[in-house]
């Protein structure tokens, strides 16, 4: 028997998913559903491990997304609030040419995008059988949240 050799396919990224799962959720929603509501969105993540050796990455996060539908009249009363915080890790091989702050960023915005996925997944699936039907987060641009967190480092570290 001959040694097996893995061919991978130039559409596979380079990094990959080690481990993702749910770590927390909640769902709520009242007896009476409103009429006319809007749809209030929150997302927050935190970086519990990240490193960069020799040309590999390694990222750990968890990210908190929520969603609540909340009436539109006087009283603004929440109708429906689901929440999901997401435990998420990945790796990647780093081409030689990216600086440590380029490759956290090639991480941070892969694994954010990679994790929100699996939080709305999840969102539309806990909520797809209440009375007010499924909730369906909106799409995200990852590289603008890891670009805000710079600018509020930077900002921080300079006061």
Not at 5 to 19: G, L, N, T, Y
Not at 25 to 54: A, C, V, Y
């Amino acid at each position: 028997m001959g040694a097996t050799r893995s061919v991978i396919p130039d559409f596979i990224a380079p990094i990959q998913i080690e481990q993702m799962y749910v770590i927390d959720s909640s769902f709520h929603i009242e007896p009476r559903p409103g009429e006319d509501m809007e749809q209030r969105i929150g997302l927050d993540f935190k970086i519990t491990n990240l490193s960069i050796e020799n040309g590999h990455g390694k990222i750990t996060i968890e990210l908190s997304a929520s969603s609540e539908l909340i009436s539109k009249d006087e009283a603004a009363e929440s109708k429906m609030g689901v929440s999901v915080t997401v435990f998420a890790s990945a790796s990647s091989d780093l081409p030689d040419e990216l600086g440590d702050e380029q490759a956290k960023d090639y991480l941070l915005t892969n694994i954010l995008s990679m994790a929100y996925a699996h939080a709305k997944s999840y969102i539309m699936t806990l909520t797809a059988l209440s009375p007010m039907g499924q909730m369906i987060l909106p799409a995200i641009l990852p590289i603008e949240i890891v670009r805000k967190k710079n600018e509020t480092a930077t900002k921080q570290f300079c006061d």
